[in-house]
């Protein structure tokens, strides 16, 4: 099966502090991620598409200073949450695509939630 | 305005009944829709998908429909068991291929033994 994981899975930081979330694919490439946040019994919010080896596409509302996506290669994609505040509190989590499937198919991460103090 | 609605509410089934999940979508044309199971604190997993040209899919006890003219998917669960106690999402993808997802808010499923 194709594993995703993401890490941390849990993390607490100050107000003003930058965190950084990773999102690997296991045992496949992938080409595209997506990464998303999800509020408390809320649909899964899309923030951004991450394409490996160009800048990231965002939805609308969505900053993109304030949310830095950097896929440098074809099994890692990473959402920094720069300057965070308590209102960037959120449970974060990343899906990959496998390249060169074209199921519709995505593989997600256990997620990450973010306490921000 | 485009919307993607699932019942909010719990559905309560007995162990052994069948669970009929709706997925319904307003101002969208979707070329697939997928279902997925998520556990609190877990991300989703992917269940199933059935594209706009087909009516019904099955594995194993999920049964999912797709009705493009009503703009509506059913999700059976035959034989529920306990262990099948999670939120069910529905999302839609708008073009072939993989490609992002919209989802809805899920709905919570509890099967009593």
């Known amino acids: 099966g194709a594993v995703v994981s993401q890490h941390p899975s849990r993390v607490i930081c100050k107000s003003g502090t930058s965190v950084k979330i990773e999102c690997r694919s296991l045992d496949f490439q992938a080409t595209t991620m997506f990464w998303y946040r999800q509020f408390p019994k809320k649909s899964l919010m899309l923030m951004a598409t991450?394409?490996?080896?160009?800048?990231?596409?965002?939805e609308q509302g969505v900053e993109k200073d304030k949310f830095l996506i950097n896929h440098a290669s074809l099994t890692l994609s990473t959402l920094t949450v720069t300057s965070a505040h308590p209102e960037d509190s959120s449970f974060y989590i990343c899906?990959?695509?496998?390249?060169?499937?074209?199921?519709?198919?995505?593989?997600f991460g256990e997620g990450s939630r973010l306490t921000v103090l | 305005s485009q919307k993607i609605e699932q019942n909010s509410e719990a559905l309560n089934i007995q162990e052994g009944k069948t669970a009929t999940l709706t997925c319904n979508y307003t101002n969208y044309s979707p070329a697939y829709l997928q279902w997925y199971r998520q556990d609190p604190g877990r991300g989703p997993v992917f269940l199933l998908l059935i594209r706009e040209n087909e009516k019904e899919k099955r594995k194993e006890r999920l049964k999912v429909t797709f009705d493009t003219t009503l703009k509506q998917s059913l999700f059976h669960i035959t034989a529920s068991q306990p262990a099948d106690s999670a939120t069910y999402l529905c999302?839609?993808?708008?073009?072939?291929?993989?490609?992002?997802?919209?989802f809805g808010a899920g709905t919570r499923l509890a099967v009593h033994p």
């Open positions: 999302a839609l993808g708008t073009s072939g291929g993989y490609n992002k997802l919209i």
């Open positions: 991450s394409n490996e080896g160009s800048k990231a596409t965002y």
């Open positions: 899906s990959a695509a496998r390249s060169g499937a074209n199921t519709g198919e995505l593989f």
